[in-house]
Each structure stands twice: as structure tokens, then as C-alpha cells.
């Protein structure tokens, strides 16, 4: 991913996994390419059912923002 660069986010899906709850976010990376991302786990607080089911019916636009890392940890801005 491009530092400082908006992706899109295409769809969310909420999943539990070994390290606990998070959102799988699918993004488009460039007009045919899109990614998946685990959102780190401090961010799913933020993506609740209704806010998720509005990104997956496009009634909500959200971007997310690679800023980089911190030691061990990836940082995201979204942009709800």
C-alpha cells in the first residue's frame, strides 16, 4: 500500500479470528485491482453492524489512509 494514499473501501465484513474480533475491509487499490486488509485490532470498535451494512450498500463512503509503521504496529486513518 501507498502511504498517505485514500483507498476506498468496497466492502466490510466483520469475522472473529484467532487474535479476536476484526473487520475485513476490501479495497480498490486501482480501477480493476482491489485488496483485502484486517483492519488492526483497535479499529472494529469503530465499524459497527449498521455502519458496515451501509458500506456494503453503498449508502456510506468510507476511505482508509495508510500512514505507515510504528515499530510493530500498522497505521491507518479512516475517513468515515
Not at 479499529?43 to 476511505?63: L, R, S, V
Amino acid at each position: 500500500m501507498d502511504m498517505d494514499r485514500p483507498y476506498p473501501v468496497l466492502y466490510a465484513r466483520r469475522l472473529a479470528t484467532q487474535f479476536g474480533p476484526t473487520v475485513l475491509l476490501t479495497l480498490q487499490a486501482e480501477e480493476n485491482i482491489n485488496i483485502k486488509i484486517y483492519l488492526p485490532r483497535r479499529y472494529p470498535e469503530g465499524f459497527d453492524d449498521q455502519h458496515i451494512e451501509d458500506i456494503n450498500e453503498g449508502k456510506k463512503y468510507t476511505k482508509l489512509i495508510y500512514k505507515g509503521r510504528s515499530g510493530s504496529a500498522y497505521n491507518v486513518n479512516i475517513i468515515l
